[in-house]
Structure formats: C-alpha cells, structure tokens
C-alpha cells in the first residue's frame, strides 16, 4: 500500500503524526482526571483495534518465533517508554521535554564506545557537542526558578524531564527491535501487535490504580460530563489515529532504509512539538527553548549520520 511511497516522505509524516499526537494527549493528561497509565492505554489499545481490520483484509506472511522474540522485547520497551512519555508531557511544557528526546542516538553512540570499543568520529563528537549545548540551553537558570541547579542538573531536578530522559534511552534501544518486528511480520501486524501489547498492559496497570487530579483545574461550576468530556474523548480518539497513522508511516519507512536515516528525519517532530507548545499553548521562554530544540535536532541528525560513515 505504501510501498511506492519515498521513505523520506513516511518519515515525515511520521514526524507530523507524533506532533498532532501529543497535543491531543497533552490536553487529555492535563485536563482530565484519568491516570497517565490510563489515558497511554486507552490511546494505544484504540490505535491498535483501528489498525486490526486493515491487518485482516492484507494478511502477510509471518515469522512468528522471530515476532513473537521482537514483540515481547519491543512490546515491554515501548510500554514503559509511553508511560514514562506520558508523565513528561503531563508534567511539564512540551517545549521543555520534548527536545530531550533528541538524546536518544547518544545512548546507541555510549553503548557502542562501552560495550564494542567503537570510537566515535569526528561527526559523532560534533553532534554530542550540539545535543549538550542544547540542554545547557533548555537548563538555563531564567527557565525554572523552582529547580536548584544549573543545566543539565537543573533538567534533572524536574520529574518530567527525568521521564523525558529514560525515554529517550528506551527509544534510543527499541528502534532496532522495530527494525526486526516489520521484518519478521510487516508494517501493519508489528504496529497493530505493539499497540495492544502497549495498550493491555497499560490498562491493566491502571486498574490499580486511582483516579488523579486534573492539572488544569476546571472553571467553578463546570461539570465533568457534557461538553469538556466529549471533547476529551475527541482528542484521545484523534490521538489514537494519529498516532497509529504515524508509527505505520515510520515502520514502513524503517522497511525500505536504515533505521538511522528514518529517527533522523522523525526527530523533527521535537522541534515541531516545541513551536505547537509555544505558538497554540502559549508556552514560556520561546526563543530559548526553540532554539535549544533546533540545535538538540541538529545534534541527533549529526550522530545518526555520522553513525553511517
């Protein structure tokens, strides 16, 4: 169905899809009482039962040992990875934590130079040097007067960055299982079999667990059904196919180029999430944190690319 379609262009539709995601889940988290565990779940599973009857009328081929291995790894890394995403986005500006998640290629470059001995090239080297400026930029004292510290230990202060940093690292390890999944059974079955494996455990979870306080109170008076919760719902339906539509985009993309190439161009959702949160949300520190944002992008495209040399 997509196989005709450039990879450069999945990508960035990809890109698109992961930016209209987290406004719709930035409004659910912040504006409803459902737990993160709850909202990621329902999200997720939705996105998966959308996808299930295009599964069923393209059946393809499917290893399942090789998928099954895949799913259970990429399914458990990917679960706590939206959790932990979705605190981030819960707790704090977009434009704050979303640029973190251009960490992530680090945590493949550290992995090689420890574990393998690869030496990082003159690329490579650049490109860190690019991503710790901009988080010294997104850590500047102006930015947070309630966190002690100053840059990177100013980031690591606040919870929702500290969520934004394992799921970078999470990220950063999981593509190259995506990598096997589409493989071993497409894009369609890998997307569909993730998002419920997200989904299910998620919710599962989250039965557990109590109801939390909206981060954005409500006006006096105003109660929670009617209006305010058919919007809600709007936004997590419209995340859940957004959301679907972007990951299928990008599984597609990883099965016609390197993984490297297609995380390089997706990370242009960061800086497109950061000017969503600045120009709709009317977040703070614009200039700063934009171009804190462009620089950590520039950063991660950097080691991507120079990982291919």
């Known amino acids: 169905m997509l196989s005709g379609v450039p990879w ?9 899809g992961e930016t209209l995601r987290d406004l719709c889940l930035r409004t659910v988290l912040r504006d409803s009482g459902l737990s993160t565990l709850r909202v990621i779940g329902l999200s997720s599973a939705l996105a998966g039962l959308l996808l299930l009857p295009l599964v069923l009328s ?11 291995i895949a799913l259970l790894l990429g399914g458990s890394l990917n679960a706590l990875a ?3 995403y979705g605190r981030a986005i819960a707790q704090e500006d977009l434009s704050l934590v979303l640029p973190l ?13 420890w574990v393998l001995g690869e030496r990082p090239g003159p690329l490579a080297v650049l490109g860190v040097a690019l991503l710790v400026l901009g988080a010294l930029m997104l850590g500047h004292p102006s930015g947070r007067p309630d966190l002690a510290g100053r840059g990177l230990g100013r980031l690591w202060a606040s919870p929702g960055c500290r969520s934004m940093l394992l799921v970078a690292l999470l990220w950063g390890i999981g593509a190259s299982v995506d990598k096997l999944g589409v493989n071993a059974g497409g894009s369609l079955a890998w997307v569909l079999a993730v998002q419920l494996s997200i989904g299910t455990s998620l919710l599962g979870l989250s039965l557990r667990q109590p109801p939390r ?20 719902a709007v936004a997590l ?5 957004v959301g679907a539509a972007g990951t299928v985009l990008q599984m597609e993309a990883i099965r016609q180029t390197a993984v490297v190439h297609v995380i390089a161009i997706k990370r242009l959702s960061t800086l497109m999430g ?3 949160g600045v120009l709709a949300l009317g977040e703070a520190e614009a200039a700063r944190r934009l171009l804190a944002a462009a620089l950590m992008l520039l950063g991660a495209a950097t080691v991507l690319w120079g990982a291919l040399g």
């Open 8 to 16: 450069l262009w999945l990508a960035l539709g990809t890109a698109i």
């Open 58 to 68: 393209q059946p393809q081929p499917i290893d399942g040992p090789a998928f099954a």
């Open 82 to 84: 939206f959790w932990c």
């Open 101 to 113: 998640i251009n960490l992530s290629p680090l945590a493949l470059l550290l992995a090689g130079w």
């Open 213 to 232: 306080t909206p981060l954005t109170p409500r006006p006096r008076g105003q109660r929670r059904s009617g209006r305010i919760s058919w919007t809600l």
């Open 237 to 241: 339906a419209s995340a859940a196919v």
């Open 274 to 276: 950061s000017g969503a």
